[in-house]
């Protein structure tokens, strides 16, 4: 809608994004909501939105969402881009082999192995791993 606002507008819609600076009219708009129960996100105003847009990174199949709770929108970003430059394109293939050998073995302990050797493996190839003698379980190699 692009236009002002005017009490009961929203009982038309099932979700309701307001982009506004007035704090009063956000808490307002999203009272009405509630009466009506109607999703509502006021975007700058965490407290009157009741879901958040996450900063998403993907590739592939691979997604990985950030959120500050609406807090800090621009940390969010950041850590999107971050991850966008670190996690390489290799993923891409690598989960369309998983998807592969998730078909071809039966749920149980050997598929886990399988599963968990090949993450260990890739992820020692494309990422710095911590040096302190753990795995990516946190457990003592």
């Known amino acids: 809608m692009t236009k002002s606002y005017e009490p009961n507008d929203v009982k038309d819609y099932d979700i309701i994004i307001a982009t506004i600076d007035n704090l009063d009219l956000q808490k307002s708009i999203y009272q009405e909501a509630k009466k009506y129960s109607k999703l509502y ?42 991850f966008e430059r670190i996690i390489p394109d290799a993923v891409i293939p690598f989960l369309e082999e998983m998807k592969v050998l998730r078909k071809m073995h039966p749920k149980g302990e050997n598929r886990q192995k399988i ?14 791993m911590p040096t302190n003698g753990e795995d990516l379980n946190g457990k003592t190699r």
């Open 41 to 82: 996100n006021c975007v700058d105003f965490p407290e009157y939105c009741d879901f958040m847009f996450p900063s998403i990174v993907q590739k592939g199949d691979l997604q990985i969402a950030f959120s500050t709770g609406g807090y800090s929108p621009g940390l969010a970003k950041a850590l999107r881009a971050l």
């Open 115 to 128: 599963f968990h050797d090949k993450v260990n493996v890739f992820v020692k190839q494309h990422f710095i």
